[in-house]
């Protein structure tokens, strides 16, 4: 099996029946198996070769899901990559990769077509598309290498300050799609509300992808909005969707909330953030007839860990078992299994785990330190003697905000060129709505002027993407920092979480 046969094969079931919906379209797998061959064929005229790099940076639409197939039939490697980055990102992460094309939003094509190494930039705008796609030949250039060869790359933060790339063969990410089967439950029955980013690990690899391995239907939706999710389940029947817990907030929280219009959502499956306490009782109070099902992973591991029900109400703060695809272990020490109870860090090994990042062997190395195969995701946790995990914190410094990875080298990287700041130190604090909102601690410059959020907002300009913009700036003396001079972010978290 191949990225490509799994829309073949699901085209080959189910001919008929609707692939994809999106904003008043509907493609039938026959259709877009056939568009997919397309689409290779016309990367393939554009320079494309087995094992070149495409980025695709855009929201959701019928446009990427066809591209990460056509992709993948001409041989070559998909990166997925935010629209939310800024222009430098993407040109870091296409520089590092070797990418020479990208296919993007039609808004971000000015700025993507300025980056140099970057020889060819496609508009995703569907009129656009279309005529790219009826100028080739519909044949299938059956170009896709050994199912262990490098398939894709999906980005999260990097302590570097730019986004890394973790790179998977197409042998993980249906392995991924396996295990997304298996722990949500999908077949061809399933009409999945596809709001999750597609360029995200989990959007993309954890829900659209298993969808397609399912035959489901997949109703795409471009961006999160509540009013515009619960039309698209009224009209179309959605009975499942993949959401971080910012969104669940969002959804029962708003003023035009109305169950009625969500009586066809069976599941939810929600993931990408820790769940703030009570948050999933009121979702289940708020649709009585929907099942909450927790997902845990990474962009670097998949989705490894799941939580039902019936032992989230015997243990809310439980993360869940793992998969029966994947080893799983707590290490109090590389070489030592934590006992029942004990902390340690959580650690995975098998056939879900990333290649490595792009370009960047030291932080490959860092993830699988321990040279056996495990990946180390930095993150503690306990077993207890039935075997059911629970988070107890993070190794890693990342904000978490509305399932979004933030590293605070992100944030500082761009500030510390700004002349008015001395010293700067980023973290998370606590938000009911994203789980935890990027703050900065700052130090200013002789004569700097006043510092306020306002100022900063505008004179980072568009070097943060916005989800990364300190939503909270506290001026300090100095910036607490222990003997061997590490920034002490849990003194900043405490002083100013309140």
């Known amino acids: 099996m191949t990225i490509g046969a799994t829309l073949a094969t699901a085209a080959a079931a189910h001919p008929d029946k609707p692939a994809f919906v999106d904003a008043g379209r ?42 990460y197939f056509g992709i993948a039939r001409a041989g070559a490697v998909s990166l997925h990559l935010s629209p939310r980055m800024t222009g430098e990102e993407i040109a870091h992460c296409t520089r590092l ?21 970057l020889e060819t930039t496609v508009s995703l705008d569907p009129a656009e598309f279309e005529t790219m796609c009826d100028a080739v030949s519909a044949a299938d250039p059956r170009l896709e290498p050994d199912i262990d060869a490098p398939s894709s790359a999906s980005y999260t933060g990097g302590t570097t300050g730019f986004p890394k790339g973790g790179l998977h063969s197409a042998r993980s990410r249906l392995t991924w799609a396996t295990i997304a089967q298996e722990f949500f439950r999908l077949d061809h029955n399933e009409i999945m509300g596809l709001a999750a980013p597609m360029g995200h690990a989990a959007g993309g690899f954890i ?50 909330f109305d169950a009625a219009r969500l009586a066809s959502l069976r599941k939810v499956v929600y993931g990408g953030a820790p769940s703030p306490p009570g948050l999933i009782a009121r979702a289940e109070a708020a649709l009585p007839a929907c099942e909450f099902i927790q997902n845990y992973g990474m962009t670097e591991t998949g989705p490894l860990v799941t939580l039902y029900k019936n032992e989230r109400d015997a243990a809310p703060d439980a993360l869940g078992h793992e998969t029966r695809h994947t080893e799983c272990a707590v290490f109090a020490e590389p070489v030592r299994e934590a006992a029942p109870g004990e902390v340690g860090e959580l650690c995975f090994r098998g056939p879900t785990l990333m290649q490595g990042y792009i370009g960047d062997a030291e932080q490959t190395a860092a993830f699988f330190r321990s040279g056996d195969g495990w990946g180390w995701t930095g993150d503690l946790a306990v077993r207890d003697d039935a075997g059911l995990l629970t988070l107890v914190g993070r190794a890693k410094e990342m904000i978490i905000s509305g399932g979004l990875n933030i590293y605070p080298a992100e944030i500082e990287r761009v500030l510390f060129d700004l002349p008015q700041i001395a010293e700067c130190a980023a973290f998370g604090l606590p938000d009911e709505t994203f789980g935890e909102l990027p703050a900065v601690a700052i130090v200013p410059a002789a004569d700097a002027g006043e510092i306020t959020p306002e100022w900063l907002l505008t004179a980072c300009g568009d070097r943060l993407a916005r989800h990364k913009r300190p939503r909270r700036v506290e001026i300090v003396s100095e910036i607490p920092k222990s003997p061997a001079g590490k920034i002490l972010r849990n003194v900043l978290q405490q002083r100013f979480g309140t």
């Open 26 to 67: 509907t493609l039938s797998y026959s259709a877009a198996d056939e568009t997919a061959n397309r689409v290779a064929n016309a990367l393939i005229s554009r320079g494309v070769r087995p094992g070149d790099r495409v980025a695709v940076a855009a929201h959701n639409s019928i446009e990427y899901a066809l591209s």
């Open 97 to 117: 990769a070797g990418a020479r094309l990208a296919l993007c939003d039609p808004a971000l094509v000015p700025t993507v077509a300025a980056i140099g190494h």
């Open 207 to 256: 829900w659209f992808q298993p969808g397609v391995c399912a035959a489901a239907t997949e109703v795409i939706l471009p961006h999160w909005n509540v009013e515009e999710f619960m039309a698209a389940a009224e009209a179309h029947g959605i009975t499942s969707t993949f959401v971080v817990p910012a969104q669940i907030e969002m959804l029962i929280s708003h003023p035009a």
